[in-house]
């Protein structure tokens, strides 16, 4: 198997600073922003973001993580709806993911959080977009193009979920 290490540990905390100030920039700030990463590692994406604003902006941003599986429409098995535990009525909000793809998990977490109120509007932050989109779904904030083929992997690493910090692409058995 051939793989290629495409972010290391720096290389991530930089992206997702600058994503982080992009993301104060865009808004002309951060009132009325929610950060809602997409579990699992979107999750603790959104929580570094939250924490990075913080350094930045001195204020501490709404942060909730958001379980999508109930409304993917590419699964056999149906899965309950989620626990409905904060409410993005009138926010911006930012939705996080690792990475994206065919578009299918930020189009199940578009209809997932019409559950949680009518947001006053929906951003999407995402650590890499690889390409080959399903579905008219682009991100506002990206922290690194991969132009990939079909046939290989990106694999996300997070110190919270795996031990250390790294994006690679694998091709091959
Ligand atoms: O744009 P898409 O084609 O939907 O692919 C992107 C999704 O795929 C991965 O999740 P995966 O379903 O592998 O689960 P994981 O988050 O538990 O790794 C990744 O975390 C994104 O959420
Ligand atoms: O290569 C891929 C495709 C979808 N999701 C990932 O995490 N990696």
């Not at 199940?108 to 006053?120: C, Q």
Request: glycine share 6%; proline share 2%; with cysteine.
């Amino acid at each position: 198997m051939e793989k290629k290490i495409i972010l290391d540990e720096d290389a991530m905390r930089r992206s997702l600073t600058r994503m982080s100030h992009e993301i104060i920039e865009r808004n002309k700030g951060v009132d009325n922003i929610v950060l809602v990463g997409i579990k699992t590692r979107g999750e603790f994406l959104a929580l570094r973001m939250a924490a990075l604003i913080k350094k930045v902006e001195g204020v501490e941003v709404e942060c909730h993580a958001m379980n999508i599986q109930a409304w993917r429409d590419d699964l056999d098995e149906k899965y309950p709806l989620p626990e409905i535990d904060f409410s993005v009525k009138d926010k911006k909000v930012i939705l996080v993911d690792d990475v994206l793809f065919k578009g299918r998990t930020v189009r199940a977490a578009l209809e997932g959080i019409l559950h949680y109120g009518r947001a006053k509007e929906v951003q999407l932050a995402v650590l890499v977009d690889r390409g080959h989109r399903e579905l008219p779904i682009r991100a506002d904030y990206v922290g690194k193009n991969i132009p990939s083929s079909i046939q290989e992997t990106i694999r996300v690493k997070m110190k919270e979920s795996d031990g250390m910090d790294c994006v690679t692409i694998e091709r091959g058995e």
